[in-house]
């Protein structure tokens, strides 16, 4: 196949991955009370409402999309997963700094901007990511992207039952903190 072809195809599948980060990410909300709480399933799902356990609602289908997408886009784009990476990293710090930025202008929640804030960080993320994926060339993969990732699954994994005591990590509807291996709390 020709690049013009490739880098189309590319982005077709760019613009379906927002379908499915967003679909899923949505699911992953209730996943874990809808699991009677399990543990596992706590490490991907969301497990209260702190802004921490909501990033995980886009990072881990993107990851999971991403890894779909490799196995058809590796040859042509070697460099896959460092554009990819960025894409999947660019997801929850917009969340981030959206949330806190107008939360700071508007002092309260909002929950349409909260999904729509969720919305435009997947398209931005699948942006950026197909953007760099197709300017990446023929260097070399590197184990960093991915190594980045499997940084970030840990802290999520890890924070999840023992999160720091910072206002990012607080569930706003009891005060809690992540949730304790063993506990009945969640979403």
């Known amino acids: 196949m020709k ?3 490739q880098k189309t195809l590319l982005k077709t599948s760019e613009v379906a991955g927002i379908v499915f980060i967003v679909l899923l990410g949505s699911f992953l909300h209730f996943t874990y009370a809808l699991s009677d709480r399990n543990p596992v399933v706590a490490l ?20 999971l999309y991403a890894s ?26 917009i969340i981030v700094v959206g949330f806190y930025a107008y939360k700071a202008v508007f002092h309260s929640s909002n929950l349409a901007y909260d999904i729509g804030l969720f919305i435009a960080s997947v398209i931005a993320g699948q942006l950026i990511s197909y953007r760099l994926v197709i300017k990446t060339g023929a260097k070399p993969a590197s184990p960093i992207p991915i190594a980045a990732l499997a940084v970030m699954t840990a802290l999520f994994f890890v924070f999840t039952f023992e999160p720091p005591k910072l206002e990012m990590f607080r569930d706003p509807v009891n005060g809690n903190f992540g949730i304790p291996f063993n506990a009945q709390g969640g979403t």
């Open 44 to 63: 991907f799902s969301a497990v209260n409402e702190s802004v921490w356990e909501h990033l995980k609602l886009a990072f881990f289908p993107a990851v």
């Open 68 to 93: 779909i997408q490799y196995s058809r886009f590796r040859r042509t784009f070697p460099n896959f997963f460092a554009g990819k990476a960025v894409g999947i990293f660019a997801m929850p710090l």
């Open 3 to 5: 690049a013009l072809e």
